[in-house]
């Protein structure tokens, strides 16, 4: 909202995050990936530093596009939204994201939801429909506008109010919908409806983290309608402000130079991309880029993404030499990457500092010498950025199959049956897999 990084204080008591999750209604695809990744980092560098953290992710599991679709597949919207949901937990998963400490779904908060649109109504910044529509007034809130930076006057250039709503004004926007025929509703004091969506985000975060909130993020896509109404609901309810001490937004993923969304069908699905390219190289696709830049995505990029990945992978895996201690500055390490990490979560710089740490490692392994006490460095700040440094899922069930093989290859060469020794390897090429012949022996590396 200041437009400027702000600093977050080191204290006792928890640092509360809200981050605005899916609507469960189609498979999420790589932006949902980008989005949760990067507020995974944020929380995992946050408890590196020494914060408590308490971190809620809601479930929009109520929405006309989970009923579309429900009524296309001849389902409950519970079912569609109940599968979709055990899907994208399954993907975060394998993806390393850290589970929040509470999922909290909107079908499920309708008493908190009804509650706080009573006290807008009572508080006059709310009010009924004969129909059993409640809307919330946007003209008896003076600052709606703040985050975006936009004013109530120039939003009402083209604004129209669609068929079948009667509210006061074109810019006042529904807290609770009465009830559509066929339709799933809950009873309440305007009769039954569901609520909007804005209301559920307010509701869910503060049932959960109170009247005031450190960290508020999602997509910058959202800043506009959906934060700005947050803000005018959970600020009118509570007499709070501000709401969100520090509003984070990531960039948009994009494709072709177009936002990545379902509804522009223009998407890569999360597995996709966890089946091509594993979990680590998603991350660290997502991560050479500022958080709050856009992110084109790439089959370039995504590949070399993955190279990047496999070279972190062997610094950290392969063992060092018997000889002395790598003469490695571990503690400098840890210090730039904490440096560069405190500056407004720059990962890009991070993953820098990896690789050069890398670097370090291959040469003095070469060198014969131990690099035990370096390759923790290396495992302890990949950890934080979410790296696991493990073979990607679909190599690890091949992993006995790919030893087989090298061993064959090894028994074939004493046996100076050069030719089908070397089959042996071009056929490994050809499957993505690499050998090389060091002096410890053969190792292999996907490539």
Not at 171 to 187: I, R, V
């Amino acid at each position: 909202m200041s437009r400027r990084v702000e600093e977050i204080p080191l204290r006792d008591d928890e640092i509360k995050i809200y981050v605005c999750g899916i609507t469960p209604y189609d498979h999420s695809h790589i932006g949902h990936a980008m989005s949760y990744i990067i507020f995974d980092v944020l929380r995992r560098y946050l408890e590196f530093r020494g914060y408590k953290v308490k971190h809620v992710q809601n479930y929009t599991d109520i929405d006309d596009r989970i009923i579309t679709k429900a009524n296309a597949l001849g389902q409950t919207y519970d079912q569609v939204a109940e599968a979709f949901i055990a899907e994208y937990e399954e993907e975060m998963s394998d993806l390393n994201i850290t589970p929040p400490h509470i999922y909290p779904r909107a079908t499920q908060e309708i008493p908190q939801i009804i509650e706080m649109v009573e006290k807008l109504i009572e508080k006059d910044r709310a009010y009924s429909t004969e129909e059993g529509d409640v809307y919330y007034n946007v003209r008896r809130n003076p600052d709606y506008g703040k985050l975006s930076g936009r004013n109530v006057d120039s939003l009402m250039v083209g604004t129209r109010i669609e068929p079948g709503e009667i509210k006061r004004d074109p810019l006042d926007f529904a807290l609770w919908k009465s009830a559509k025929p066929d339709e799933p509703s809950w009873d309440s004091p305007w009769g039954p409806g569901r609520p909007g969506w804005h209301i559920e985000c307010s509701a869910m975060s503060y049932r959960y983290l109170g009247d005031q909130l450190d960290i508020h993020g999602g997509g910058q896509d959202l800043i506009f309608p959906h934060h700005e109404n947050e803000i005018a609901q959970s600020e009118g309810f509570t007499g709070v402000k501000p709401s969100v001490r520090h509003w984070v937004h990531n960039g948009w993923l994009t494709l072709d130079e177009e936002k990545m969304s379902k509804s522009l069908g223009n998407i890569i699905t999360i597995r996709e991309a966890l089946d091509t390219y594993g979990a680590d190289a998603l991350r660290i696709f997502v991560l050479t880029a500022h958080y709050r830049a856009p992110l084109n995505y790439s089959e370039e990029g995504l590949e070399s993404a993955r190279r990047a990945a496999e070279r972190l992978l062997l610094a950290a895996e392969v063992p060092g030499g018997e000889g002395p201690p790598a003469d490695i500055a571990s503690e400098e390490y840890q210090r730039r990457f904490t440096e560069v990490m405190d500056d407004d979560l720059n990962t890009s710089a991070a993953l820098a500092v990896l690789f050069d740490l890398a670097r370090d490692i291959n040469r003095a392994r070469d060198a014969g010498r131990d690099t035990a006490e370096a390759q923790g460095v290396m495992r302890k700040l990949a950890g934080i950025l979410g790296l696991t440094l493990t073979q990607p899922k679909s190599i690890k069930g091949a992993e006995p199959f790919i030893e087989l093989l090298v061993n064959l290859r090894n028994d074939l060469r004493a046996a100076k049956q050069f030719a089908l020794a070397d089959q042996v390897r071009d056929r490994l090429a050809e499957l993505g897999i690499t050998l090389e012949d060091v002096a410890e022996g053969t190792r292999w590396r996907p490539q």
